[in-house]
């Protein structure tokens, strides 16, 4: 029995009008490798539709370019990196003002492993993480699924090697 899991993403736009940033009037999610529009009125959305749209988004970030470069970066439209920087290099030619929060539905708790990872690599990386817990299975794998190797079999384990064997 397979049910069907709400789609999950890690960050979400936030749209609001310079003069009155408590009101959010529209927002957008990442998902999947696309962005879903949530909410705002057609005005709005139309708005954000061309704030998205998918063209590649040429920035000047330091942090994205290999070392010894110079110039902008171009991002293409399947880049996490590439919506954040849509978001906020089109949303003032549209008179909004965006912010950038996480979407609470996601998330891959804490990875003490992950800490040598840069900002946006981490970004990505959840994205990734709640993107493929979306489209498992919503049931836990048996037991004999989880055992490998010596501990599964019913032979008992053999004793380490004495000196002797070596």
Not at 7 to 35: I, T
Not at 67 to 73: L, M
């Amino acid at each position: 029995m397979s049910r069907e899991r709400p789609s999950r993403g890690c960050m979400k736009a936030e749209f609001y009008r310079p003069d009155a940033p408590q009101d959010v009037v529209g927002s957008a999610s990442w998902r999947s490798g696309g962005v879903e529009i949530q909410m705002g009125s057609e005005e709005i959305r139309r708005s954000l539709q061309r704030i998205f749209r998918r063209t590649p988004v040429a920035i000047d970030d330091p942090s994205l370019r290999p070392f010894g470069t110079e110039g902008p970066v171009v991002l293409q439209p399947e880049m996490l990196t590439w919506f954040q920087a849509a978001a906020q290099t089109r949303s003032q030619a549209e008179g909004l003002s965006v912010r950038l929060v996480g979407d609470e539905q996601g998330g891959i708790g804490f990875d003490p492993a992950g800490a040598y990872l840069p900002f946006f690599q981490a970004i990505e990386r959840k994205a990734e993480v709640a993107t493929a817990s979306s489209q498992a299975s919503p049931e836990p794998p048996a037991a004999s699924d989880l055992l490998e190797g010596p501990a599964a079999s019913d032979s008992p384990p053999r004793p380490a090697p004495g000196p002797a064997e070596r």
